[in-house]
């Protein structure tokens, strides 16, 4: 443990904790405080002024990263008919109907994403409590309720993630891991930030992004200079 610590000592010195990074120091910044042994995550975390308590500001929808997050993900598709086949044939994990319903409410939890289609929204019903409480319940905002699975499932193993603000107002995502070369983590930002900013409900009113940071899974926060962001939006 102290050896640990004295490493993440090291590391921390190497942040200014009172300091507003512009995205470029900190990106650079971000892959000099690698401690651990294993490949950690390059994360961004957002607080917002939104009030997800009302309806209109419980922002959520997903993002397509263009080099993915370094993640294997574990699909599963509910669905029933020609559409299983058509699952697995494009890669997801798992597909099927009733069996894996038994096995979710059994405490079955081996998979990452759940997909759907709309037709079995009724039976995932009650499993609504399991699976919101793990941020899994299929919703058409998150783009995981649809009639076209294979694409649904390419494209969430090419690196589509879904995100929803939790009830602090605050939105945490994956940008990747620290052994991806540094111009593909900048890409990932990009369409990260450019998709939470448009994410803005017309409802939130004064300052939308509140503090923004990014840091690796065992490293300290790099707070970014939210002023800086907008170069990042796209029309």
Do not use: C
Not at 19 to 24: R, V
């Amino acid at each position: 443990m102290a050896k640990l610590g004295k490493r993440m000592t090291g590391v921390a010195t190497k942040v200014e904790k009172l300091k507003l990074y512009s995205p470029e120091e900190a990106l650079k910044l971000v892959f000099e405080t690698k401690s651990a042994k294993f490949d950690e995550s390059v994360d961004i975390a957002f607080r917002l002024g939104v009030d997800p308590k009302h309806a209109d500001q419980q922002i959520r929808g997903t993002v397509i990263l263009p080099h993915g997050t370094g993640k294997v993900v574990r699909t599963l598709v509910i669905t029933q008919g020609e559409n299983v086949d058509k699952a697995l044939a494009a890669g997801a994990d798992f597909a099927g109907s009733d069996e894996y319903i038994a096995k979710i409410s059994g405490g079955w939890f081996d998979f990452d994403v759940v997909i759907a289609t709309p037709d079995m929204m009724p039976k995932l019903g009650r499993l609504g409590k399991v699976l919101g409480t793990k941020g899994l319940m299929p919703n058409p905002k998150s783009g995981t309720v649809t009639t076209n699975v294979a694409q649904t499932v390419e494209e969430f193993k090419k690196g589509k993630i879904a995100y929803r603000v939790d009830k602090f107002g605050s939105i945490h995502l994956p940008m990747g891991k620290v052994s991806f070369a540094p111009e593909k983590i900048i890409e990932n930002f990009k369409v990260v930030v450019d998709a939470i900013i448009k994410a803005k409900p017309a409802t939130s009113k004064g300052v939308y992004l509140r503090s923004v940071g990014i840091s690796l899974t065992m490293g300290p926060g790099i707070k970014l200079d939210t002023g800086l962001l907008s170069k990042y939006i796209t029309e």
